[in-house]
T-cell receptor, first 115, second 110 residues
Framework: DGGITQSPKYLFRKEGQNVTLSCEQNLNHDAMYWYRQDPGQGLRLIYYSQIVNDFQKGDIAEGYSVSREKKESFPLTVTSAQKNPTAFYLC??????????????FGPGTRLTVL | KNEVEQSPQNLTAQEGEFITINCSYSVGISALHWLQQHPGGGIVSLFMLSSGKKKHGRLIATINIQEKHSSLHITASHPRDSAVYICAVTEAGSWGKLQFGAGTQVVVTP
């Protein structure tokens, strides 16, 4: 079955360490997105990529970096410059479909805790 | 101001009750999504809507494009329905960029 894989489900890191969250899709989707969830707030866009080797900053990109070397993979690195990295991170993908019926899928998410 | 507003923020129901969660949005959309998030758990996609109504088991989702409003109904609620329900919209022409509501915390008591 096609879908998005995010691993691990829970991730713990020490303060000051960089950490990379994985997002893999086997849907052949063009666009991929990273969102962050904080308690009591809606998810917010960190970075997105509409095509391989290209990506754009979202609303809260500071302290994060991404790469899109392969269509199926869009890893997110949380750097030590991110002041409050403890959060839930969601990866999503999208592609234009036939007759205007687009496809949008969601990963299960990764909960990152920085100690 | 958030482009996607959900109400209520919190909801407690007794087992068997009918539950309604509302979502209003202010942007043009190509699709609206209802997602479920269990405590400490991940996201599960429940529905994607662009018009009309969809039903899956005890869950029903409706959307009124003209009024920019959607509702998620849970019939015969059960304690396992306790979760956060999130409304999200795909902005029209955005290549899949999503705007999310803050979520509705639902607790169903036995």
């Amino acid at each position: 079955d096609g879908g998005i894989t995010q691993s691990p489900k829970y991730l713990f890191r020490k303060e000051g360490q960089n950490v990379t969250l994985s997002c893999e899709q086997n849907l052949n989707h063009d666009a991929m997105y990273w969102y962050r969830q904080d308690p009591g707030q809606g998810l917010r866009l960190i970075y997105y990529s509409q095509i391989v080797n290209d990506f754009q900053k979202g609303d809260i990109a500071e302290g994060y970096s991404v790469s899109r070397e392969k269509k199926e993979s869009f890893p997110l690195t949380v750097t030590s410059a991110q002041k409050n990295p403890t959060a839930f991170y969601l990866c999503a993908s999208w592609t234009p479909g036939l007759a205007g019926v687009n496809e949008q899928f969601f990963g299960p998410g990764t909960r990152l805790t920085v100690l | 101001k958030n482009e996607v507003e959900q109400s209520p923020q919190n909801l407690t129901a007794q087992e068997g009750e009918f539950i309604t969660i509302n979502c209003s949005y202010s942007v043009g959309i190509s699709a609206l999504h209802w997602l479920q998030q269990h405590p400490g758990g991940g996201i599960v996609s429940l529905f994607m809507l662009s018009s009309g109504k969809k039903k899956h088991g005890r869950l029903i989702a409706t959307i009124n494009i003209q009024e920019k409003h959607s509702s998620l109904h849970i019939t015969a609620s059960h304690p396992r329905d306790s979760a956060v329900y999130i409304c999200a919209v795909t902005e029209a022409g955005s290549w899949g960029k999503l705007q999310f509501g803050a979520g509705t915390q639902v607790v169903v008591t036995p």
